[in-house]
């Protein structure tokens, strides 16, 4: 039983990394802690069957719908809520994504009703046996798509003017200004992306289950993924939601399905206790 | 903002006649607000004011039930208030607390069969402990840590919640007897408004007096710079610990009263979901203030029977937006508190109480200056 769970775990614990990657993005360009990640996750799978259910739109066309759809959802959601908002204390910034969670959560179910929607992509379906692992080929997918996702954002944060921005203005918002940086640009261009990226975990997601704003409880498990990494580093985001896949994989399956809440909270408790700024993460200066 | 009040309360100290005055009116209000309360249960209940009939729509289709439940939600807005506005520790583990008191309550009422006062009581010492273990991270994180041990405190008392639940009660829910106060059976709306009404009064007066003393001062102050208040001598650890124990001491006690009002309560109700409907409801309140928690909490719960009166109104004309609202009433509701929630903190960060506070100042001024001329 042991290598299954481990390998369902870490395989779940991709789509989790992507979604808390997403998660991590965002914070890092804009500090905003954005507890609509979940709520974002759901807009993906609903997204998702729109595009291929609703408008029944061929695969390419359907991804390509959800991608555009996502990426506007982001920078809309940012230049609405999160702009007016910049600079201001903890509690509002919170409080605003908290808003924008249930402004979400009622228009997905004003729109398509409260009951789950099954999807129908063609993502691959079919179950590859090696040895004692029943491995299945959707979950394999996510998971090669979510590394694939990571590598590329790696690369286009690492290799690009873009990213290069953005990595400048994560640093010192005050000195990206002066040199000409235009900072509500690249926070936008940080939603769009972080928008995105929870978007495909909760296509993945949402194939795995079903469409419905259920799944939120699962993408609100990016949060304690991205801290036990460290809010600061995106290799510790990633970290994390390989982590929080294995615990939650083992947790149910050994225990109980219930118990997975207590098996990642209470690590998460006892981590901000010891070592606050994460496994992979820096430690923040108080000033006066 | 706690600046400019300052700043205020010191200019009103030069005008002793209008003080005075002041004064005088001030009992009046406080006497016809309490005539108010006093009367509004009979209005709800036999829907009539002073013998004449009113609608449904002209009492903004409120029960008394309901008024029952804002009482009990005033309680936890405004002991979260008191925690996050006064002392600036956010807590998004709010409705933890609620659980706590709940299952104390439980314990001592239903299992050990103890009357209602005592487990009233059972509630509020179980409350203000676990509001000090809870506290207990806030000596070590700060900010944005501190809100997330908050949260993975609410997932772990949940979890407690629903063993014990499982453990000593069964799958439906925990149920309760019927609440017996020293021989005032609560076996109706109307007595159990008259039974929450003055606690829900002296716990506004506590945390007011409280915040007047010089230990909420030195709590605002802690709030607004820590380290400016620590090197001015306040133990800023003990001031978070007793500030943590005495509102979620409250909201226990909130806790254990809404459960004993419900009489079944299971651990969906303690969702994460609640403990966001407090700070919301401080949002729209205003936050750092007792009036900011009540205001909050009566919107919270007049909107939606508001917004379904309404719905009835017009549901029968076939209007379409009528009939989106009667289809999906929680999902509109949903939709306007987290469309208010955003408008107020983009527009009106100081909550309803706030805007009404810098109104009053406005016009004050107004009228001080048309004097003048």
């Given at each position: 039983m042991l290598p299954q769970f481990i390998v369902t775990g870490l395989t779940i614990g991709s789509i989790y990394g992507l979604v808390a990657l997403g998660f991590a993005v965002i914070y890092k360009a804009t500090h905003v802690f954005n507890f609509a990640q979940g709520m974002l996750m759901v807009c993906g799978a609903y997204l998702a069957f729109t595009a291929t259910s609703q408008l029944a739109l061929p695969f390419p066309l359907a991804l390509l719908f959800v991608l555009v759809a996502a990426a506007t959802l982001g920078v809309v959601i940012q230049f609405l809520f999160i702009r007016p908002l910049s600079g201001q204390p903890l509690l509002p910034v919170i409080m605003i994504t908290i808003a924008v969670s249930i402004i979400l959560k009622a228009l997905i179910e004003i729109i398509y009703g409260v009951s789950p929607r099954p999807l129908s992509t063609p993502l691959p379906s079919g179950v590859l046996i090696i040895g004692s692992v029943r491995l299945s080929l959707l979950h394999v997918t996510a998971a090669v798509t979510s590394w694939v996702c990571m590598i590329g954002f790696f690369a286009f944060f690492r290799f690009t003017k873009l990213g290069l921005l953005m990595r400048a203005t994560a640093d010192s918002h005050e000195a990206a200004i002066l040199s000409g940086v235009s900072v509500h640009r690249i926070n936008a261009v940080a939603w769009a992306i972080g928008t995105t990226l929870a978007v495909i975990g909760g296509v993945f997601l949402g194939q795995m289950?079903?469409?419905?704003?259920?799944l939120e409880h699962i993408g609100l498990l990016a949060l304690p993924a991205v801290v036990i990494g460290g809010l600061q580093s995106i290799p510790g985001a990633i970290f994390g939601g390989l982590l929080v896949g294995l615990i939650e994989q083992l947790a149910s399956g050994y225990i109980s399905p219930k118990a997975r809440d207590i098996f990642i909270y209470i690590p998460l408790l006892l981590l901000l206790l010891?070592?606050?700024?994460?496994?992979?993460g820096t430690k923040e200066q108080g000033r006066v | 903002m706690s600046e400019a009040t300052g700043i205020a309360e010191k200019a009103d100290l030069g005008g002793t006649t209008r003080r005075r005055n002041a004064g005088w009116l001030r009992w009046l209000g406080y006497a016809v607000g309490a005539a108010v309360l006093i009367y509004l249960p009979f209005v709800l209940a036999e829907r009539a004011i002073f013998g004449w009939r009113l609608t449904n729509m002209q009492l903004l289709n409120v029960g008394l039930a309901q008024m029952n439940l804002t009482l009990i939600a005033i309680m936890g807005a405004v002991s979260l208030n008191y925690l996050?506005?006064?002392?600036?520790l956010v807590s998004i583990g709010h409705a933890a607390f609620f659980a706590v008191g709940a299952m104390a309550a439980a314990a001592t009422g239903v299992q050990l069969g103890l009357p209602f006062a005592a487990a009233l009581v059972a509630a509020v010492i179980a409350g203000a402990l676990a509001g000090v273990l809870a506290g207990l991270p806030s000596l070590r994180v700060r900010g944005l840590y501190f809100v997330l041990s908050t949260m993975a405190l609410h997932f772990i008392v949940v979890f407690l919640f629903s063993e014990y639940q499982y453990a000593a009660h069964n799958v439906i829910g925990i149920t309760f007897p019927e609440a017996d106060f020293f021989g005032f059976a609560l076996n109706s709306s109307l007595r159990w408004y008259f039974f929450l009404l003055p606690i829900v009064v002296v716990v506004c007066i506590l945390f007011r007096n409280t915040l007047k003393r010089r230990e909420g001062r030195a709590m605002l102050a802690m709030r607004d710079n820590e380290l400016a208040a620590s090197s001015a001598g306040i133990d800023v650890r003990v001031l978070r610990l007793k500030a943590f124990a005495l509102s979620s001491a409250i909201a226990a006690l909130a806790g254990a009263l809404q459960a004993y009002f419900l009489t079944t309560v299971s651990?969906?109700?303690?969702?994460l979901n609640l403990a966001i409907q407090f700070i919301a409801m401080i949002i729209i309140g205003g936050m750092g203030s007792v009036a900011g928690g009540v205001v909050g909490a009566l919107f919270w719960l007049l909107i939606p029977s508001v917004l379904s009166g309404f719905a009835a109104e017009f549901s029968g004309a076939g209007h379409p937006i009528a009939k989106i609202i009667v289809e999906s009433r929680p999902q509109v509701v949903n939709l306007i508190f987290g469309v208010l929630v955003a408008l107020i903190l983009i527009f009106a960060p100081a909550g309803i109480v706030g805007g009404a506070r810098t109104l009053r100042r406005w016009i004050a001024a107004r009228f001080a200056r048309e004097r003048r001329s």
């Open positions: 289950q079903l469409a419905s704003v259920e010891v070592r606050p700024w994460g496994v992979f | 996050t506005g006064c002392a600036g651990t969906e109700l303690y969702s």
